[in-house]
């Protein structure tokens, strides 16, 4: 399994500000991926990052507004720009570890734009 | 959309009784995964089956994967209040880690 420790666990931000979540896990890993939960939504992929190269954003994600950092192989972050009231969801990180590839979950962020 | 479906979005039954969540999906998969999620916080993996798998069971837990039909069943057995959350299976294409969700279950346990 993996440890994912993430931060912070929640935040109400001025829209118009930015805010960055970290994520940092217990081992080395070669890629990471962030979520996006919509209150009463299913998860939706963000992007992949991965280290060394810019993070691949899914369909509708765009990384001026999601940029994405990966300094290396046990943390990233996750900044979400210039918010509004519709960024307000539960954003999560995950990797998947192991010879069957489990994905692991840090507890999320929720996040509350006024 | 990219999203499998699930059914029943929502399930209300008494302690002590089954429950049955079905999965389905669209694409050809590596691996299929179940989640719990309790009030909207982190999600905690429940088990993992492989597309050349058909069933698997941890504990009170049985899933089924049924590759023909693109579907999938999480099997609760003898359910307690504490199972009360929303489940989601997750699915993994050929070749790629990153998932695609299903929209969820939301379960009740009433005492």
């Known amino acids: 399994s993996a440890v994912i420790s993430q931060k912070p666990s929640r935040d109400i931000c001025q829209r118009g500000t930015s805010l960055t979540i970290q994520c940092q896990v217990d081992s080395q890993v070669t890629m990471m991926f962030w979520y996006r939960q919509q209150p009463g939504q299913s998860l939706t992929l963000i992007a992949t990052?991965?280290?060394?190269?810019?993070?691949?954003?899914e369909s509708g994600f765009v990384i001026d507004k999601f940029p994405i950092s990966r300094p290396n192989l046990t943390f990233s972050t996750l900044t979400v720009s210039n918010m509004s009231p519709e960024d307000s969801s539960i954003y999560l990180c995950s990797v998947a570890v192991g010879p069957r590839d489990e994905a692991f979950f840090g507890q999320g962020t929720r996040l509350t734009v006024v | 959309s990219q999203q499998g479906e699930e059914d029943p979005q929502a399930l209300s039954i008494q302690e002590g009784e089954n429950a049955t969540m079905n999965c389905s999906y669209k694409?050809?998969?590596?691996?299929l995964q179940w989640y719990r999620q309790n009030s909207g916080r982190g999600l905690v993996h429940l088990i993992l089956?492989?597309?050349?798998?058909r069933e698997k069971h941890s504990g009170r837990l049985r899933v089924t994967l049924d590759t023909s039909k693109k579907s999938s069943s999480l099997l609760i057995t003898a359910s307690r209040a504490a199972d009360t959350a929303s489940y989601f299976c997750?699915?993994?294409?050929?070749?790629?880690?990153?998932?695609?969700f299903g929209q969820g279950t939301r379960l009740t346990i009433n005492p």
């Open positions: 694409t050809s998969i590596n691996n």
């Open positions: 997750a699915t993994a294409a050929q070749g790629a880690q990153k998932l695609v």
């Open positions: 089956i492989r597309s050349n798998e």
């Open positions: 990052a991965n280290q060394g190269s810019e993070a691949t954003y």
